[in-house]
């Protein structure tokens, strides 16, 4: 996922249904029904603060924001940096939270992968937890860690299909500071998906038409009180 010049322009409702639609053809949508306790394994004092303070820029679009425990897990936002697939041998019990993890391993290796996220729901379909792994390879390393830490918080605040961002990506940067935003179009997806009046799940196409009038509204409102 490459990071894009900005644009305030609504998704339609195609759009919107393609971001939720699994590689099998199926619509899945879901967001998180709890608050978000974040963990990062991997990384030293400092460059977690700027971490979580780009994903917690991006938990604030929902309406949300980062808690320190989980009544239920402790962490359900977990994610594990290394340099080399391998070292993640090193975590205890990694291999229980993720089945058939040396498998996965091997996978992760043999496509030269540099992130992978897996995520686990409640009785009500919503997410409940979410795991990810990224190795710090060369391609990662050239981004900052305020583009980094927006990127995946992006792609684990919702339950996103495979290919959901194949050809356009949800963050942009802004031309004046540099600085990484997610896009206007897909900030507005994620606050309206997380709207009270929303299911946490719905697996019915027309779902992604609620999704999209309600994003295309809130950039609307957003543009009049820009231009008073």
């Known amino acids: 996922m490459n990071e894009t010049t900005l644009t305030d322009t609504p998704l339609s409702a195609g759009r919107?249904?393609?971001?939720?639609?699994?590689?099998?053809?199926?619509?899945?949508?879901?967001?998180?029904?709890?608050?978000?306790?974040?963990?990062?394994?991997?990384?030293?004092?400092?460059?977690?603060?700027?971490?979580?303070?780009?994903?917690?820029?991006?938990?604030?679009?929902a309406n949300m924001e980062f808690v320190e425990t989980d009544p239920e897990l402790g962490a359900n936002l977990m994610i594990f940096v290394c340099q080399e697939w391998d070292d993640l041998d090193n975590v205890p019990n990694l291999d229980q939270m993720l089945p058939e993890y040396d498998i996965l391993k091997a996978s992760l290796k043999r496509t030269k992968a540099n992130q992978y996220r897996t995520f686990s729901f409640d009785?009500?379909?919503?997410?409940?937890?979410?795991?990810?792994?990224?190795?710090y390879d060369e391609h990662m390393a050239e981004t900052t860690i305020q583009t980094l830490g927006t990127g995946q918080m992006v792609q684990a605040i919702?339950?996103?299909?495979?290919?959901?961002?194949?050809?356009?990506?949800?963050i942009g940067i802004v031309p004046q500071n540099g600085m990484c935003i997610v896009k206007p179009g897909y900030a507005a997806v994620i606050n309206a998906a997380y709207d009270p009046s929303v299911p946490p799940s719905a697996t019915d196409a027309a779902h992604a038409?609620?999704?999209?009038?309600?994003?295309?509204?809130?950039?609307?409102?957003?543009?009049d009180a820009a231009s008073v």
Do not use: Q, Y
């Open 209 to 223: 038409m609620r999704l999209a009038a309600r994003a295309g509204l809130l950039l609307k409102e957003m543009a």
């Open 123 to 135: 009785e009500n379909g919503a997410i409940k937890m979410c795991v990810i792994l990224l190795r």
């Open 158 to 170: 919702l339950l996103w299909g495979d290919e959901a961002f194949e050809d356009d990506s949800p």
């Open 16 to 61: 919107v249904e393609e971001l939720f639609t699994a590689a099998d053809g199926a619509f899945r949508f879901s967001r998180w029904g709890r608050p978000i306790a974040p963990v990062v394994f991997g990384v030293d004092d400092e460059t977690l603060g700027h971490l979580k303070d780009a994903m917690a820029g991006v938990v604030a679009i």
